[in-house]
């Protein structure tokens, strides 16, 4: 049952993704230059990241003990269910297998085309988009900056294809040390790589900073809509043209690194044993920091901000209101 609920939400969220790529008008001169493998890879990549949140939840063996032991509604049901949490784990590495292995064909075609159309001199539409400026408002499209850069240097000297070619290392060597034969015989061989997910994972969380793959912003399909300006291509540089050479982002401004950390919160709970206490909170980073106080029970809220200029920072927050075995709250 788990299996088959598991298998059809990725036929979803696969054909989903693959539908959004392909028609959204967002990534339309994306498209231009990478044609169907941009959505293969987009697809790909939205599979991979559900199935490896997965991955780890059938071999948590606390959690499945915790089911087991306070599941008392269709215990018979769901202990079967849980009994194949090995074979499970297995389903969802070869799931995993099966779209990194079309997540790589289809960025190789992409970056064999993104090299292509850098080279092109025939002043096609593509080789506009690729000879778009990389200093100007970081609005390029595409990541070869030179027509004498190979597929093989962007593969090695950029964030996605670097942690992309370790990904792929250490899910092979995961794999195969996995094998019946090699588990059974070399047991400390099979142990020891499986602890590599913990490379896979860094590696996976920071694989797709690099924005190498990027759509059109929203202001600038203001000023130029593929429906309307994409004909009209070689006036994009004329200051009289209604159509403005397009913009291009690869992450959202909200979770690009350099916009600092201004959706992070630490929260803390602590037994309060005096009416008057001062909590000490030090912080190690740069960033802005606001501390907001509150007490259960009590519709006084404390809040002060401050702004970090060293790397250590200590702040009190002092609460006249606490009462005795109450818990403060700071965000």
Same mark, same amino acid.
């Given at each position: 049952m788990f299996s088959a609920a598991w298998l059809v939400l990725n036929v979803f969220l696969f054909v989903h993704a693959f539908l959004s790529f392909e028609k959204d008008t967002k990534y339309y001169y994306t498209r231009q230059i990478l044609r169907s493998a941009l959505v293969w890879a987009r697809a790909s990549a939205l599979c991979l990241n559900f199935n490896s949140m997965l991955i780890l939840l059938p071999v948590c063996r606390n959690l499945l003990s915790f089911l087991r032991g306070t599941c008392s509604l269709y215990r018979s049901t769901l202990r079967k269910q849980l009994d194949h949490n090995l074979s499970f784990h297995k389903l969802v590495?070869?799931?995993?297998?099966? $779209?990194? @292995? *079309?997540?790589?064909? @289809? $960025?190789?075609?992409?970056?064999?085309?993104?090299?292509r159309s850098r080279q092109a001199t025939d002043g096609s539409l593509t080789s506009i988009l690729s000879n778009l400026p990389h200093q100007e408002n970081d609005s390029w499209l595409n990541p070869i900056q030179s027509s004498n850069? %190979?597929?093989?240097?962007?593969?090695? %000297?950029?964030?996605?294809?670097?942690?992309?070619?370790?990904?792929?290392?250490?899910?092979?060597?995961?794999?195969?040390?996995?094998?019946?034969?090699?588990?059974?015989? /070399?047991?400390?061989?099979?142990?020891? %790589?499986? $602890? *590599?997910?913990?490379?896979?994972?860094?590696?996976?969380?920071? =694989?797709?900073?690099?924005?190498?793959?990027?759509?059109?912003?929203?202001?600038?399909?203001?000023?130029? $809509?593929?429906? %309307?300006?994409?004909?009209?291509?070689?006036?994009?540089?004329?200051?009289?043209? =209604?159509?403005?050479?397009?913009?291009?982002?690869?992450?959202? @401004?909200?979770?690009?690194?350099?916009?600092? /950390?201004?959706?992070?919160?630490?929260?803390?709970?602590?037994?309060?044993?005096?009416?008057?206490?001062?909590?000490?909170?030090?912080?190690?980073? =740069?960033?802005?920091?606001?501390?907001?106080?509150?007490?259960?029970?009590?519709?006084?809220?404390?809040?002060?901000?401050?702004?970090?200029?060293?790397?250590?920072?200590?702040h009190s927050v002092v609460s006249d209101s606490l009462q005795p075995h109450e818990s403060q709250h700071t965000r």
């Open positions: 590495g070869y799931m995993i297998c099966l $779209h990194t @292995a *079309i997540h790589i064909i @289809a $960025h190789l075609f992409n970056l064999e085309r993104y090299s850069t %190979t597929v093989v240097y962007v593969t090695f %000297t950029s964030i996605a294809g670097l942690t992309g070619v370790i990904i792929t290392m250490a899910l092979v060597l995961m794999v195969t040390s996995a094998m019946d034969f090699i588990r059974r015989s /070399y047991f400390e061989v099979f142990w020891y %790589t499986h $602890h *590599i997910f913990i490379i896979y994972f860094i590696d996976l969380g920071i =694989h797709g900073l690099g924005g190498i793959v990027r759509g059109q912003t929203d202001e600038s399909m203001a000023e130029n $809509h593929p429906h %309307t300006c994409a004909e009209f291509f070689e006036k994009w540089d004329d200051p009289a043209s =209604h159509c403005k050479p397009p913009q291009f982002e690869g992450l959202p @401004a909200e979770v690009r690194p350099e916009q600092g /950390y201004e959706n992070l919160y630490l929260f803390i709970s602590s037994p309060i044993d005096n009416h008057r206490e001062v909590k000490n909170l030090c912080i190690t980073l =740069h960033l802005d920091l606001c501390i907001h106080s509150l007490t259960l029970g009590d519709s006084t809220n404390h809040r002060s901000c401050s702004t970090v200029s060293s790397l250590q920072f200590s």
